[in-house]
């Protein structure tokens, strides 16, 4: 069994900042402890406003709290993101995450994250990034 508590997490090497300033996230599950896919606690800050193209994942989004919306750029429809909703970008689906309050989001990625990830110049995460140092 794999036990681990959210706020001893972010004090390792699971707690990613991104270099933009748009968001963190602590990974509590990663490609290293086998299960298939990877499971993470992420804030968007207020304000935030990026681009995103997960082409080598699909990823499932919880909101845990806060406001924003999720575009996707294929046909322009907007999605607003309240407490208690789930997206989920099954398609590969290139969009633009809007926050508007912070929002505390519950992600699920497949395949994995080794756990160092943050998105490239096209906005994805690359599939071979290092793993964490805890």
């Avoid at 990026?50 to 709290?65: A, G, K, R």
């Avoid at 993101?81 to 929002?103: F, N, Q």
Wanted: glycine share 8%; charged share 25%.
């Amino acid at each position: 069994m794999i036990v681990r508590q959210l706020q001893e997490a972010e004090k390792t090497g699971r707690r990613i900042i991104s270099p933009d300033g748009n968001w963190e996230s602590t990974r509590l599950l990663l490609k290293e402890d086998g299960m298939g896919f990877s499971f993470h606690i992420t804030t968007i800050y207020q304000g935030a406003d990026f681009q995103m193209h997960y082409q080598n994942h699909l990823e499932s989004v919880f909101c845990i709290s806060g406001e924003g919306e999720v575009e996707t750029l294929s046909d322009g429809k907007k999605y607003p993101i309240t407490s208690g909703m789930i997206y989920i970008l099954d398609k590969h689906d290139k969009h633009v995450l809007r926050a508007t309050s912070e929002l505390k989001l519950a992600c699920v990625f497949n395949p994995p994250l080794n756990g160092t990830e943050v998105h490239n110049a096209q906005g994805a995460y690359e599939l071979d990034a290092e793993p964490v140092n805890e």
